[in-house]
């Protein structure tokens, strides 16, 4: 069976679903690699490093896609700038992607992989159970991007975050608001403290005090009655009340603090506004607001996705490609999640679309000339 590794053609996109090393992990899984050329060049990964591996590296991105039996993708299919097709055309009729699709965004791609009669497997639907986190792509991304908004954050910000005693005076650490603890906030701020900042955070879901308190940060709390736990431990929707409180208690910190991370996100909804206008006002001049929920629209009214706007003295880090930043550690870890998901499928030899499978079947949008999307809730036998 053969996979094949195109170059991603999403602009900016430094990411490669396969890397050398996870190429190898497929061959002995059984299957033979190809990989586009040059696939690799923006994470790092050269073509000879490729044919080092035993993979075959094909010119032409038409001849990968048809020759393909299961094509490996980070970003959804989109239309390939070069060939001015669609690369879901580009797909071998009945054979299989894998890849990010956003299945919930995506209407149409859906229903070209229907045309297609492909099959294809969601990386960002990946059921969030125990057994599924080798395969939780989300989470691996989610923690490259929490990583790298301290990073961003450092870089835009004009002083140390550890506090220092120096000859020419004291410095004092910097205060950093973490707001939104799932897997990006908390890597955000594991990553803070490791810099020496003073980190405080908060989220709706009181479980994640815990995990604030065992990396050294602070939970800020409101009196409130109010638990924002939803199912499968994601984030439901607040009353309008509890955000109102703690809205004030982010005014209160916007004075205080000199960076605020925002990673707040509901699964299937726009970010909520927490960050107001008259809040990044009300910040001292030079500080930073790393916006990780701007794709979704933004924690921050004063966000421009994707850009690094200035306005009132403020930094605002809109950036959406943060993982894409951090390309080679982003596309190993992301490649060995895709590695498990091929494995627990029976590798090349017992290759096979479970829908017993649970992890499977959650994350199956397309298949045998149907849309599978969304997966039926499992029932535990
Ligand atoms: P996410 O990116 O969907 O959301 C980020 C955080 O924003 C969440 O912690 C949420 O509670 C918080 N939030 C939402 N609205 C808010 C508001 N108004 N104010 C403040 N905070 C707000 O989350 P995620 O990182 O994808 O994961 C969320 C949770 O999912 C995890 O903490 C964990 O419990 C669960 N999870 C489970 C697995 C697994 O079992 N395999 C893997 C990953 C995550």
């Known amino acids: 069976m053969k996979v094949g590794i195109p170059k991603e053609v999403y602009p900016g996109e430094q ?123 989300l989470s691996s991304m989610a923690n490259l991007a929490g990583y790298r908004a301290v990073i961003e954050a450092a870089n835009h910000f004009g002083r140390f975050f550890n506090g220092q005693i120096t000859a020419a005076g004291k410095v004092p650490p910097a205060k950093i608001l973490v707001i939104g603890v799932g897997v990006a906030g908390l890597a955000a701020i594991g990553t803070a403290k490791g810099l020496g900042a003073i980190v405080r955070a908060f989220d709706t879901r009181l479980v994640v005090k815990e995990q604030v308190e065992s990396l050294g940060a602070e939970f800020l709390e409101l009196n409130f009655a109010e638990d924002g736990s939803g199912e499968g431990g994601y984030a439901k929707v607040m009353s309008d009340e509890f955000i109102k409180a703690e809205m004030e208690l982010f005014a209160e910190q916007a004075k205080d603090v000199d960076i605020i991370i925002t990673t707040a996100l509901i699964p299937g909804r726009t970010a909520p506004i927490l960050i107001t206008q008259a809040m990044v006002e009300s910040m001292k001049e030079g500080s930073v607001v790393v916006d990780l929920a701007a794709e979704q629209g933004g924690n921050c009214a004063c966000t421009h996705p994707h850009e690094v706007y200035r306005y009132n003295g403020v930094t605002i880090v809109g950036l959406t490609d943060l993982p894409s930043r951090m390309a080679q550690q982003a596309s190993q870890l992301y490649g060995t999640n895709l590695c498990h998901l091929l494995e627990e499928m029976g590798g090349a030899s017992k290759y096979q679309v479970n829908l017993e499978d649970e992890v499977v079947r959650g994350a199956l949008v397309a298949y045998a000339g149907d849309i599978t999307w969304p997966a039926p809730k499992f029932e535990k036998k």
């Open 15 to 137: 990411r490669v679903a396969v890397t050398p090393d996870t190429a190898k992990r497929l061959q002995k899984l059984g299957f033979d690699v190809l990989v586009e050329t040059s696939a690799g060049c923006g994470a790092n990964f050269a073509d000879d490093a490729y044919r080092q591996s035993q993979c075959h590296i094909i010119a032409d991105a038409a001849t990968l896609w048809a020759e393909a039996d299961i094509v490996l993708k980070v970003r959804p299919p989109q239309m390939h700038p070069e060939l001015g097709k669609d690369e879901t055309d580009l797909l071998r009729e009945g054979s299989t992607i894998i890849g990010f699709i956003w299945p919930a965004q995506n209407a149409q791609l859906l229903q070209k992989l229907l045309e297609r009669k492909a099959t294809a497997l969601a990386m960002d639907a990946i059921p969030r159970i125990s057994r599924a986190q080798k395969m939780d792509a």
